[in-house]
């Protein structure tokens, strides 16, 4: 039996409205685009949506959007993949990293708040595995320390305090209390790539929550013209008869989403109940399963919290590194692909080179050595899910005795 990671589940559907797309003679941002971000308004009960061709792009251009730049801070966690980070670096403020919880993925929210400066403009907490943050506290945290803020930023004049910017590349269709991944924090950034939950292929989208055109601002206009050269028209516009005519108004950036990506994204969406529906499922057959004398796992439900379900976490207790990648190597050899999420970022060379050092993230790097991630994606049979419960359990035992 063969078990990739997570590949895409694409339907026909998508496949005919991408043939439609390509074949009427508009393929790049246009009707459909716009079409996706009203319904991914809608589906989450924001103020407003722009999609872009990646959430590292979306997270860049909020920043931007907040005039965060030089002589800038922005803190996140150090248990997360480089985007997170690397847009801090891209708009030339500092990155300021924080380890985790020991007992879970979340920051620690007491070093959070110890590393906030004058110069902090942005926490961008990580929802990792679709598994929402604690935005209350983060909220208290922010206004506790309201009065170290202060911002030449017109739109993060009216926020008056540090923003928090979701990185919620894994957590579209998360909830809390019934209210959906999107409206927690001040803007919301999700992933649209390939492996995740929804996919365009390649994509992204940021959301918001605060009503700006109250204060003349439109935020949606702002982040269109930027993500396409600084064009005062988009593509479509520009080609009405006798409308070639525009300006440039800012030297901007190429982030736009096209419509053949849209194209599956509606579809995605459409189709997106039933899919959390099969993830959940998944997700509970192994909670039920894996053998809990040997494996932890990341909790997906609670009372108030119910996650994405977009990666099955677990941790085999008392390995090495040296171990959990002989487990990996023994399944791969099992026909099951399997992965590690995440490498802390301190590990890297490139933040190395920054100046960080791992031993000042020791949550971070425990979480991390015994770490393996198991495939979820809907289009799993049950057979297959029970094959990957029974070669895991055995190969970890195996190790283990």
Request: net charge negative.
């Amino acid at each position: 039996m063969q078990i990739p990671f997570s590949p895409p589940q694409i339907s026909e559907d998508a496949i005919e409205s991408v043939v439609e797309t390509l074949r009427n003679g508009w393929i790049t941002t246009g009707p459909k685009a716009k079409q996706f971000e009203e319904n991914l308004t809608e589906y989450m009960g924001t103020e407003g949506t722009v999609c872009m061709n990646s959430a590292t792009a979306a997270l860049e251009m909020t920043l931007r959007l907040l005039g965060i730049g030089p002589g800038d801070e922005v803190i996140t966690s150090a248990y997360t993949y480089t985007a997170s980070a690397s847009v801090i670096h891209h708009v030339g403020a500092e990155i300021v990293l924080v380890d985790t919880q020991k007992d879970s993925l979340e920051m620690d929210y007491n070093q959070l708040e110890d590393k906030i400066t004058k110069n902090t403009k942005a926490i961008i907490p990580i929802d990792i595995a679709g598994q929402l943050c604690d935005y209350e506290k983060i909220f208290e945290i922010a206004e506790r320390k309201q009065n170290l803020f202060s911002t030449q930023n017109k739109i993060h004049q009216i926020l008056n305090r540090i923003a928090v910017i979701d990185d919620g590349a894994h957590s579209f269709g998360a909830q809390k209390n019934g209210v959906p991944s999107g409206r927690f924090a001040d803007f919301t950034t999700f992933s649209f790539h390939a492996v995740k939950n929804l996919t365009t292929a390649e994509g992204g989208a940021v959301t918001w929550t605060k009503d700006y055109s109250q204060y003349g601002i439109d935020i949606a206009k702002i982040f269109e013209v930027a993500i396409l050269h600084g064009q005062s028209k988009d593509a479509l516009c520009k080609m009405q008869k006798g409308n070639w005519e525009y300006d440039i108004q800012e030297l901007g950036y190429k982030f736009n989403m096209t419509d053949i990506n849209a194209a599956i994204g509606i579809d995605q969406l459409d189709k997106y109940d039933d899919n959390l529906k099969r993830r959940k499922e998944i997700v509970e057959y192994y909670e039920a399963h894996l053998n809990p004398e040997y494996l932890e796992t990341l909790k997906h439900f609670d009372n108030e919290k119910e996650s994405s379900c977009h990666l099955f976490l677990t941790w085999i207790k008392g390995i090495t590194e040296e171990q959990r990648n002989n487990i990996i190597t023994r399944l791969a050899e099992e026909g099951i692909a399997t992965n590690v999420h995440y490498k802390p970022l301190p590990l890297f060379t490139a933040y190395k080179n920054y100046g960080f050092d791992i031993k000042d993230f020791p949550n971070a790097f425990a979480h991390y050595q015994n770490e393996l991630t198991l495939p979820l994606y809907p289009q799993m049979t049950d057979e297959e899910v029970g094959y990957v419960v029974k070669k895991v359990n055995q190969a970890v035992s195996e190790v283990l005795i």
